[in-house]
């Protein structure tokens, strides 16, 4: 079974703080997708990546796709209460439908 | 209006009822999909449409019965449904999936609460 892990589950940090969140798993993907979902919305495309190693940013948001393809990394700086949400990865292998982690809950307090 | 719309936002249904589920999608997209995110769940995929077809059923009970009259449409319809399928049903649509770089984009869902 395809297993997309992410860590942590929960976050609760200050505003102004950096954090890292997770996703890793045992497959090769294709690509990998972050998305952010906010309470009663669907999840909200942030970015994609496709080359091992690749790094893009959105403004505070640091995105990062392993060398191997098996894994990512999101980090935000100075996070803003706006940044508070659920954050799904979701891995895409050949010629298969996109598996999506449980997610992690970031809260942003002020 | 662009993106994908999901109706109704909010529903409560009773165990006896039947109601449907409506997606629609103005991204010209020609997969769509159905799924399902219940509180300390991944999101399950449910069902998936690529070109009007269904292409996987993951092993969904028959009182749930998706619908796909065209590319741009997506139903489901409910029928004698369980308190446990309380649940946030989202829609998305994408390009051909497992094509490559495939990107979900996902209707605002619809909350279902079964008594």
């Known amino acids: 079974t395809q297993l997309l892990e992410q860590s942590p589950q929960f976050l609760s940090i200050q505003e102004g703080e950096n954090l890292t969140v997770y996703c890793n798993s045992s497959s090769v993907f294709s690509s990998l997708q972050w998305y952010r979902q906010e309470p009663g919305e669907g999840p909200v495309l942030l970015v994609t990546v496709v080359t091992g190693g690749e790094v893009k940013k959105l403004k505070r948001l640091t995105f990062q796709f392993g060398d191997a393809r098996k894994d990512s990394s999101l980090h935000i700086t100075a996070a803003q209460p706006g940044d508070t949400g659920l954050y799904l990865c979701a891995g895409e292998e050949k010629e298969r439908n996109l598996i999506f982690g449980k997610g992690t809950k970031l809260s942003v307090k002020p | 209006e662009t993106g994908v719309t999901q109706t109704p936002r909010h529903l409560v249904m009773g165990m006896t009822n039947k109601k449907s589920l409506k997606c629609e999608q103005h991204l010209g997209h020609n997969a769509m999909y159905w799924y399902k995110q219940s509180a300390k769940k991944p999101l399950e995929l449910m069902f998936v449409?690529?070109?009007?077809?269904?292409?996987e059923n993951n092993s969904v009970p028959s009182r749930f019965s998706p619908e796909c009259p065209n590319s741009s449409h997506l139903f489901l319809h409910l029928h004698t449904l369980q308190p446990e399928d309380s649940a946030l049903y989202l829609c998305?649509?994408?390009?051909?999936?497992?094509?490559?770089?495939?990107?979900?984009?996902f209707g605002q869902g619809t909350r279902l609460t079964v008594v």
């Open positions: 449409y690529n070109f009007k077809e269904q292409t």
């Open positions: 998305a649509s994408s390009q051909e999936p497992g094509a490559g770089n495939t990107e979900a984009f």
